[in-house]
């Protein structure tokens, strides 16, 4: 077995409300997701993604850039 495949069959256990745990089985009846576990999974891995995302992309636009530029120049500090 490749260190992948290996690392791809290791799990650990997350606790969730059992409330949540219904409502996400109720969620994905008639979805392509076969299990709660699956799911959420899923929705994580987007989180995740996300955050990764917006952690490398600049704070702000060349827009921004420009005024802030401007009001330094206007305050005198350029």
């Known amino acids: ?32 997701f076969t299990s709660v576990s699956q799911y959420v999974t899923y929705v994580l891995r987007e989180i995740i993604a996300a955050h990764e995302e917006a952690r490398y ?3 702000f636009s060349e827009e921004d850039k420009k005024r802030i530029i401007e009001k330094l120049k206007k305050l005198g500090y350029l």
Do not use: F
Not at 20 to 28: D, S, T, V
């Open 1 to 32: 077995m490749s260190e992948k495949e290996k690392t791809r069959s290791r799990y650990t256990t997350v606790s969730i409300p059992v409330t949540l745990y219904n409502r996400i089985k109720e969620l994905i009846k008639g979805t392509g």
């Open 57 to 59: 992309t600049e704070p």
